[in-house]
């Protein structure tokens, strides 16, 4: 089965590209060339700040070996699915938790709601885990931020 590719979704994703469109407009009513250059400057800041966002945005990936987080086409992380101990799953709300023992290599896809991000395709993601980890190792929980 081929990999599966899931960026890291920003809750405030949105906000940068607001700033980079008022700047803009406040560029375009300014009345002097000072003010004009003060907001532009801040429009080209705001979208050299977007694309350093998007060339740095983590992603996850889930293949057949395991899982490994991706950031600008590297492998910074790898974990093998024989190194996952215990799996917390919240289908209802597509969130998961890996356990491998190992505070630092484990993995967590959040619930649609109360989390500063998620992950694309989370049920995609949550689904293609439980899948690959025995089921003996797998628990449903009714809320996964409650141990």
Request: glycine content about 8%; aromatic content about 8%.
């Amino acid at each position: 089965m081929a990999a599966s590719r899931h960026p890291l979704i920003v809750g405030t994703r949105w906000l940068l590209p607001i700033a980079i469109v008022l700047a803009l407009a406040g560029a375009a009513v300014a009345h002097t060339s000072t003010a004009r250059i003060i907001a532009g400057a801040f429009a080209a800041l705001g979208l050299v700040g977007w694309w350093w966002q998007q060339r740095h945005r983590p992603t996850l990936i889930l293949d057949e070996s395991g899982w490994a987080i991706e950031q600008q086409g590297k492998e910074k992380l790898r974990v093998a699915w024989s190194e996952v101990r215990a799996v917390r799953v919240d289908r209802r709300e597509s969130a998961v938790y890996v356990d491998t023992g190992d505070k630092a290599r484990n993995l967590f896809v959040p619930p649609r709601r109360g989390y500063g991000f998620r992950f694309a395709d989370a049920a995609g993601a949550c689904a293609r885990i439980v899948a690959a980890v025995p089921a003996e190792r797998v628990t449903d929980v009714e809320r996964i931020d409650v141990p």
